[in-house]
T-cell receptor, first 111, second 115 residues
Framework: LAKTTQPISMDSYEGQEVNITCSHN???????ITWYQQFPSQGPRFIIQ???TKVTNEVASLFIPADRKSSTLSLPRVSLSDTAVYYC????????????FGSGTQLTVLP | GAVVSQHPSWVICKSGTSVKIECRSL??????MFWYRQFPKQSLMLMAT?????????EQGVEKDKFLINHASLTLSTLTVTSAHPEDSSFYIC???????????FGNGTRLTVT
């Protein structure tokens, strides 16, 4: 299973862009990269998923370099409500292989 | 789409009793169910994986006789914590899936407190 490494915590201010990078050196060919957001006492919520290059949706962008050994979640203009733990997961790709959660990144958005 | 319903959201029980947690996929069929446990300030830890109609596969260190998993239908799975003890107090989260190319969706979790 691909192990992921993320910063434990990050602070930002409202209105700023936040970039959270995840390392996954042993990502497999079929693995997708997925990011989740978790608020206290709630289950994780899907943010974005990608395989290579760049993916953008209404809430975030995901940048994946050619070697796919890392990925960066970009949150544009964060607000206080974006304070949460963010996890990157590597896996899936058409198999029932379970996804292993890393330590996650606690993002704190300050006013 | 991908609506997951997990109940109860919280439960308090006495040591030695059993607690059942239900997880339903409301708008899709879940051939696989992942059960996670999360202690305060920690990440989610996978406890077991179950496939509909089959016995669950437990992760190392998770007692299969203590955490009974039933996945008898494509829309319902249950986790029963038997003879609960205070150290079983945790946040339990289910994740049903039927499409391995799609992102996982999670229940809202069950906060179990054993007194």
């Amino acid at each position: 299973l691909a192990k992921t490494t993320q910063p434990i915590s990050m602070d930002s201010y409202e209105g700023q862009e936040v970039n959270i990078t995840c390392s996954h050196n042993n990502i497999a060919t079929n693995d997708y990269i997925t990011w989740y957001q978790q608020f206290p006492s709630q289950g994780p919520r899907f943010i974005i998923q990608g395989y290579k290059t760049k993916v953008t949706n209404e809430v975030a962008s995901l940048f994946i370099p050619a070697d796919r050994k890392s990925s960066t979640l970009s949150l544009p203009r964060v607000s206080l409500s974006d304070t949460a733990v963010y996890y990157c997961l590597v896996g899936g790709g058409g198999s029932a292989r379970q996804l292993t959660f890393g330590s996650g990144t606690q993002l704190t958005v300050l006013p | 789409g991908a609506v997951v319903s997990q109940h109860p959201s919280w439960v308090i029980c006495k040591s030695g009793t059993s607690v059942k947690i239900e997880c339903r996929s409301l708008d899709f069929q879940a051939t696989t169910m992942f059960w996670y446990r999360q202690f305060p300030k920690q990440s989610l830890m996978l406890m077991a994986t179950s496939n509909e109609g089959s016995k669950a596969t437990y992760e190392q260190g998770v007692e299969k006789d203590k955490f009974l998993i039933n996945h008898a239908s494509l829309t319902l799975s249950t986790l029963t914590v038997t003879s609960a003890h205070p150290e079983d107090s945790s946040f339990y989260i289910c994740s049903p899936t039927g499409d391995y190319n799609s992102p996982l969706h999670f229940g809202n979790g069950t906060r179990l407190t054993v007194t």
